[in-house]
């Protein structure tokens, strides 16, 4: 197996270099090939220059980018035009899902063509949580998400998910949005386009110094529209 790990990231310079050690450290242990691809969406904190600095012997890990900021979807969908990987996960520069719970991921990866974290399928798998307007917005989301684009999971905006390559490639060619909104625009296409989902439980630790505010939850919100309005237009049909 080969497994491309992405990690976009936007004056992270502080956070993802805790978050890089660990995946390091993890992938060191593993028996399967592996790289790490680092996109940053525009940064202006030197966040790239002090990661090439940082990472320029380690082998596999690669950092990308772009000058202007253009938002996760889009760094997400950058780094999967250069993974080479079999299979291709994308997770938060703050590691808020860590990367050991790619073990959860692993007795599926042959069953499904994507897998997703869920931080909400199971009870007790929050360990640390977030401020009780964010679990309520969060909520709320979910069940708007349900409601206008029928999709059926328990949480589809965790930033823990794996795509195999082939599939990768089909649903981020027709993604839209660049930013919060694209994580259920992509599970809209992957749907469409009739590949198997499969949510997974894993642990999730709210980071206080997240850069997700209420008014990119208000923004997220219309974007849910944006999709459907798409899909009536026929822009996720299959080629």
């Known amino acids: 197996m080969?497994?491309?790990?992405?990690?976009?990231?936007?004056?992270?310079g502080v956070r993802i270099t805790k978050t890089l050690h660990h995946v390091k450290k993890y992938l060191a242990k593993q028996n399967f090939e592996s790289e790490v691809i680092i996109v940053d969406d525009g940064s202006t904190d030197g966040f790239r220059e002090k990661i090439e600095k940082m990472i320029a012997h380690?082998?596999?890990?690669?950092?990308?980018?772009y000058k202007k900021n253009q938002g996760k979807g889009a760094a997400v969908a950058y780094g999967m035009k250069k993974a080479t990987g079999e299979h291709i996960l994308f997770m938060d520069a703050d590691e808020s899902t860590p990367i050991e719970q790619f073990d959860f991921f692993k007795p599926h990866l042959d069953k499904s063509a994507i897998i997703i974290g869920s931080r909400y399928l199971k009870k007790g798998y929050i360990k640390i949580k977030q401020p009780i307007w964010r679990i309520l917005f969060a909520r709320f989301s979910n069940?708007?998400?349900r409601l206008v684009l029928w999709l059926r999971f328990s949480d589809t905006q965790c930033g823990f998910k794996l795509f195999q390559k082939e599939a990768a490639k089909r649903i981020f060619s027709k993604m839209t949005l660049k930013r919060w909104g694209f994580d259920f625009e992509i599970l809209?296409?992957?749907k469409k386009l009739g590949y198997k989902i499969r949510e997974v439980p894993v642990f999730w630790y709210n980071e206080k110094r997240s850069?997700?505010?209420m008014r990119d939850f208000f923004a997220t919100l219309l974007e849910l529209f944006k999709v459907r309005i798409n899909a009536c237009k026929g822009k996720y049909t299959a080629v």
Request: aromatic share 28%; no cysteine; hydrophobic share 55%.
């Open 143 to 145: 069940f708007l998400i």
């Open 188 to 190: 809209f296409i992957a």
């Open 58 to 65: 380690w082998h596999g890990f690669y950092i990308y980018g």
């Open 2 to 12: 080969f497994l491309s790990i992405i990690i976009p990231a936007y004056n992270e």
């Open 211 to 213: 850069k997700v505010k």
